[in-house]
């Protein structure tokens, strides 16, 4: 499918078409005719359809917000299983806005021109096709590690990925559901490890707002982090070594969260296993183990 634009478009490619389910058609209506087309007449479903099928959408001209949102997820809202798909790439001859790949599980991006951060759940690998950067969904590279090659400084050794580029991503391990390792050297975006399932991430720098929301399992790990950490939580391990703003545990359903201040959730006392489990993961003394608090229900 080629569509061209005369000026940017966002949400196109967006599985989520804008989190319908919080607008009901205010902000999109998934059948409706995509603004700004040249020459075509296509809707915001029609690219998503297409992208399931396997086909390729090549977007001519700059691409808006939140390009390729959820991308590959088969969504529960709209009757799917909430796995991931196998779907097609997109490919932007021009520059993408902010948050390209936001929660994006499986598939391709390829970029001619420049992409605007916080980035979403994409690392680059290089490229197969001539002239454009390629970008890979994290959680789906960690779910099948294959061949292709992360772009230096950005490093992947067995199932461990370091991210080492100082770039913002938003949802970083979106969906994850592997026994593999991420560590972020550097700051986080907004929702990391959202909807998290297995596996370890671990942010040595700072994380938005959101940090481990609707997590279900694995153990995430961050510095300092902002309103609603842990967020609607139903399994899953959250340590916040520094501070953390309000409403931390807001909603939480399971899980665990540790910190060194205060939560919503109730508070429990640290147990043996609590002890040795945190003095093995962030290699303190049980001294400085004795800082943190654990919340749970």
């Not at 691409?63 to 709209?78: E, H, I």
């Not at 790949?101 to 391709?108: F, L, N």
Request: hydrophobic residues 40%; charged residues 20%.
């Amino acid at each position: 499918m080629n569509i061209e634009f005369t000026s940017p478009v966002d949400c196109l490619c967006d599985f989520t078409y804008d989190f319908y389910w919080q607008h009901m058609g205010k902000r999109l209506v998934p059948s409706e005719k995509i603004p700004d087309q040249k020459g075509t007449s296509y809707t915001y479903e029609e690219l998503v359809s297409s992208l399931k099928r396997g086909e390729d959408v090549h977007i001519i001209g700059n691409a808006g917000k939140r390009l390729g949102s959820s991308l590959g997820v088969d969504l529960k809202f709209f009757k799917g299983t909430g796995e991931p798909l196998k779907v097609g790439s997109i490919i932007v001859d021009g520059d993408v806005d902010t948050r390209m790949g936001i929660s994006m599980v499986s598939g391709s991006i390829y970029v001619m021109g420049q992409v605007k951060q916080p980035l979403g759940n994409v690392i680059e690998v290089v490229s197969d096709r001539a002239g454009y950067r390629k970008f890979c969904s994290i959680t789906g590279f960690m779910h099948n590690i294959s061949d292709e090659t992360v772009v230096s400084p950005n490093v992947i050794i067995k199932e461990t990925l370091s991210i080492n580029d100082g770039v913002i991503r938003d949802t970083i391990a979106a969906r994850l559901d592997s026994n593999a390792s991420i560590i972020v050297n550097g700051n986080a975006g907004m929702s990391t490890g959202i909807l998290m399932k297995r596996g370890t991430v671990n942010v040595y720098g700072d994380a938005g707002m959101n940090t481990g929301v609707l997590m279900r399992g694995g153990v995430l790990t961050v510095c300092d982090t902002e309103e609603f950490a842990g967020a609607y939580m139903k399994g899953g391990v959250l340590i916040i070594r520094g501070k953390a703003k309000g409403y931390v545990g807001a909603n939480m359903k399971g899980g665990s969260i540790y910190l060194k201040g205060k939560a919503m959730p109730v508070q429990v006392p640290l147990d043996e296993n609590d002890i040795k489990f945190l003095v093995k993961l962030l290699s303190i003394s049980q001294t400085q183990v004795m800082m943190f608090k654990k919340y749970s229900i």
